[in-house]
């Protein structure tokens, strides 16, 4: 049961004036963005400026103390207030969970599953899906990730790239409604690192909704829809890739800008 889910004007995820503190620790400071159906949408900013944070908040992996998160026009819906705040719904948690799957920096794929079981995992024993239907999507986004042939191996058998695309074609698998990347490429070499971006950009070119983390700034500027310059929990400076890497206006983001490339 999805509200909304028909309208495409409808973002996936929508996220209104998000506080989220770790302690006496604020990283996030009033965050408000938009995941629109079928845009990719990149977080860029500094180490500790509350990129992952915001992207585990979206997904309800961590609380939040104020604010809104709404999936496809649903507002979560909260019990308790302040640091005592939690999703008071475990279904709508579920669902939500469910439909925004994520990919990390380390890939975290099961060691003792072969990279076939690994991507059929969730949907068999989360979405009680049934396992020859899931087989056969599984080996579809393998193939689609380009490692159909590396169904029987284990992880530690393949190379980082193709470890991060067997973590793709697992998110892919659970067919959800959008893809959440913690710094996909950060842990590969360079050359490894291209067979992931070359991924990621023909999924962002079929239309699938995306919100990227990314160090990566080629990747960004090529990919995204929109970019959103996180800068100490707070929105420095967001738009248009065009707009935010060709022509900056806050000095942070010009700092920033200039010392990564
Ligand atoms: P980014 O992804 O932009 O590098 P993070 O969202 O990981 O930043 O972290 C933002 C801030 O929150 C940092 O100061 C970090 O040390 C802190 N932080 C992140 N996770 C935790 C945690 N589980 N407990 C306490 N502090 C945390
Ligand atoms: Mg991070």
Redesign the pocket.
């Known amino acids: 049961m999805l509200t909304n889910n028909s309208n495409p004007a409808t973002p996936v995820i929508e996220i209104r004036d998000l506080h989220k503190a770790?302690?006496d620790?604020e990283?996030l400071k009033g965050v408000s963005m938009t995941a629109p159906r079928g845009h990719v949408t990149s977080?860029i900013?500094?180490?500790?400026?509350?990129?992952?944070?915001?992207?585990?908040c979206a997904n309800l992996l961590?609380d939040s103390q104020r604010g809104e998160i709404l999936f496809e026009g649903e507002p979560i819906s909260w019990k308790g207030e302040g640091l005592h705040r939690r999703p008071s719904d475990p279904k709508q948690v579920m669902r939500i969970r469910t439909n925004l799957s994520m990919v990390f920096q380390q890939f975290n794929l099961w060691a003792h599953l072969t990279v076939l079981e690994n991507v059929m995992e969730a949907p068999v024993t989360v979405l009680g899906r049934d396992r020859k239907e899931v087989e056969e999507k599984a080996r579809m986004y393998l193939d689609k990730v380009g490692i159909g042939d590396k169904c029987d191996v284990y992880p530690a058998q393949m190379s980082g790239g193709q470890q991060q695309r067997a973590a793709i074609a697992r998110a892919l698998c659970m067919e959800p409604r959008a893809l959440l990347f913690?710094?996909p490429t950060s842990a590969l070499d360079p050359e490894l690192e291209q067979e992931v971006i070359k991924v990621i950009k023909a999924l962002a070119e079929e239309g699938r909704t995306m919100i990227i983390?990314t160090h990566d700034m080629r990747m960004a500027s090529d990919i995204s829809d929109h970019v959103i310059f996180?800068h100490q929990?707070l929105i420095e400076e967001e738009g248009h890739p065009s707009d935010l890497f060709g022509a900056p206006k806050s000095e942070r983001l010009k700092q920033f800008l200039s010392a990564t490339v």
């Open positions: 770790y302690g620790l990283v977080l900013g500094s180490s500790g400026s509350g990129k992952s944070t915001l992207l585990r961590e913690d710094e983390v996180l929990g």
